[in-house]
């Protein structure tokens, strides 16, 4: 198995970087490897790496397990350093060498339980802030209602194989340098499923199961954020001879709203203010993501200046309250000024000291003594 790289790599992150750390180099990975937006060939295996990463190191015990053991932990569902005998880790390197499954036969008639599938879901900035529910059409394979799943015509059974015995194996000895070896392979009478269809499903073909539109009704929770992922159970491609279905991924894209940026579970916005507001104070009116509050502007304020917004941000995702909302304001200087407009301001210019930058001085004296080296 080939190493595995450090999860703190893989997000580009220090072992003591804080939880919204982690939540932020998160968000970054995911648009920039997401597979909807980069078309590399190796996009979507790096997606997978970074939201791994992210699953284990946001969770507090995973993380103190990864930071102890790293991927050798023997407990964690990340790694793992030795073969897992129990799971087939000694029969799989049985059969990398003999082609054949290691020491029992596995039952080609058993149960199989059936693949997850990934749907990709674009929904708007308010609705990942505030949740949704809606019904969504995904196309999976679900088990033949007809034959109801073996295969075989109304009223018939498929026959056991009498090649293979139903075992849907075949043993092909082989003599080499280093003796006797018997390998063993799909059966190529059966093709391994241990049974002959004489007579197949006229739905079906034989195959078991069919292709369907499958309407499913998805909860979005409120608070959720680009690249996360919801699991719904049993909704993935049927299972085999009577298996479990597998699950369904929701991997959710969050389009970018007009006024409003969002970083983590606070919301930010940037409002214009004229130089006669911002000098003389006033209250203005502000959108929330929710509705319009009063923001007080106090005299003086200058530009790239934030007011925060009390509660007024995302609802947390895990937990109770909401993140804030924080405003910056801009002020804007007139580009059209009549030749009254012009005087005024001249006037004023005097008045206050400008035309001599009395109230600038230590500034400019800086800039001088920059550009002249002193």
Do not use: W
């Amino acid at each position: 198995m080939a190493d595995k790289r450090d999860l703190y790599d893989v997000l580009g992150l220090q072992r003591d970087a804080s939880a919204e750390d982690i939540k932020k180099a998160y968000r970054k990975k995911a648009r920039e490897f997401h597979p909807d937006v980069n078309k590399a060939a190796d996009a979507e295996t790096k997606f997978k790496e970074v939201k791994e990463a992210y699953d284990v190191l946001s969770d507090d015990q995973q993380r103190s397990r990864y930071d102890q053991f790293g991927h050798q932990d023997p407990n964690s569902g990340f790694g793992g350093g030795g073969a897992d005998f129990n799971g087939g880790g000694f029969g799989d390197i049985f059969d990398m060498f003999f082609g054949g499954n290691g020491g029992g036969r596995r039952d080609p008639n058993a149960p199989q339980r059936g693949n997850d599938l990934q749907y990709t879901m674009t929904i708007e900035f308010k609705e990942a802030i505030f949740g949704k529910e809606m019904d969504i059409t995904i196309p999976r394979t679900e088990t033949c209602d007809t034959c109801h799943g073996n295969g075989a015509k109304p009223g018939t059974k498929p026959d056991k194989c009498s090649v293979c015995r139903g075992t849907g194996q075949q043993e092909v000895a082989q003599n080499t340098p280093f003796g006797r070896v018997v390998n063993r392979r799909a059966c190529s009478a059966c093709a391994g499923r241990g049974t002959i269809i004489k007579e197949k499903c006229g739905t079906c073909a034989g195959n078991g199961q069919v292709k369907k539109q499958r309407k499913i009704h998805v909860k979005i929770p409120a608070g959720v954020d680009e690249g996360a992922q919801l699991r719904v159970t049993g909704e993935g491609e049927g299972g085999v001879r009577g298996g479990p279905s597998g699950d369904l991924y929701i991997v959710l894209r969050v389009k970018s709203h007009e006024f409003f940026e969002r970083e983590g579970d606070d919301v930010y916005c940037e409002i214009p203010l004229t130089f006669t507001q911002a000098a003389l104070g006033d209250e203005i009116e502000i959108p929330t993501l929710t509705e319009k509050v009063k923001l007080k502007i106090p005299p003086g304020t200058q530009t790239g200046t934030y007011f925060r917004l009390k509660g007024k941000g995302v609802p947390k995702l895990r937990g109770y309250g909401q993140g804030d909302q924080q405003v910056k304001v801009t002020i804007v200087t007139p580009t059209q000024l009549s030749e009254e407009q012009r005087d005024l301001l001249r006037d004023f210019a005097n008045k206050s000291g400008e035309s001599n930058h009395e109230h600038s001085g230590n500034i400019f004296e800086r800039m001088k003594r920059a550009i002249l080296g002193d």
